[in-house]
């Protein structure tokens, strides 16, 4: 009992460790065959995950594919990115970030929507369709950047919610969460 209670104070207090009003919320994994991240070009029936969580962005070497394993017809209908960099502490609190908001235009939907070849699109596709043009963008932040001796460490956080609609209807929430760090010795 001692060792429970003691696991639920430390989840706790690591809850809030990272936390700021901009800090992205991780959605659950679900397997779902009408629209999925798939990785490697492996798209199998019940292989395919609605969210990833990774150390690094996905790239043409490390792709994560969208596609449809019932082959089914998709389009996206939003895309949202959420860019943050904090300063932390040697014990992990936050000294100062910098996050920026994404949102993809209305109008370069259809520029997404076009790349879909064969109910697929890899993601780095999707980033190389889109520029700077076809943002919303939003950017939040503490006053002044941190004097770099004071923290330890960077984490780079990049999320990307990409909301898809299957010929049947069905609303699919993707999410791509990476999320990495860096030591401030190393800057």
């Known amino acids: 009992m001692k060792k429970l209670f003691l696991l639920i104070l430390l989840v706790m207090g690591f809850s809030g460790v990272f936390a700021n009003e901009y800090e992205p919320e ?5 397997v779902n065959n009408n629209v999925a991240l ?3 070009n492996m798209v199998i029936k019940d292989m395919g995950v609605t969210a990833v969580q990774t150390n690094g ?3 043409e070497d490390a ?3 969208i596609a449809s394993a ?3 017809k998709f389009h996206i209908t939003g895309l949202k990115c959420t860019s943050m960099v904090q300063a932390l ?3 992990g609190g936050e000294l100062a970030y910098m ?7 209305d109008a370069a939907l259809k520029k997404l929507n076009n ?3 064969k109910n697929r699109i890899r993601f780095s596709k999707l980033l190389d369709v889109i520029d700077e043009k076809d943002l919303d963008a939003q950017m939040h932040g503490t006053q002044e950047a941190p004097n770099p001796e004071m923290f330890s460490r960077l984490r780079n956080v990049q999320v990307y919610d990409i909301f898809v609609t299957t010929e049947d209807n069905e609303d699919v929430h993707l999410q791509i969460y990476a999320e990495y760090f860096q030591d401030a010795k190393d800057l």
């Open 70 to 72: 019932n082959n089914k």
């Open 115 to 117: 790349a879909i070849k």
């Open 89 to 91: 502490d040697d014990s």
């Open 38 to 40: 798939f990785f490697l």
């Open 26 to 30: 991780k959605t659950v994994t679900e």
């Open 63 to 65: 792709d994560l594919l």
């Open 99 to 105: 996050v920026t908001l994404y949102n993809i235009k």
């Open 57 to 59: 962005i996905p790239n």
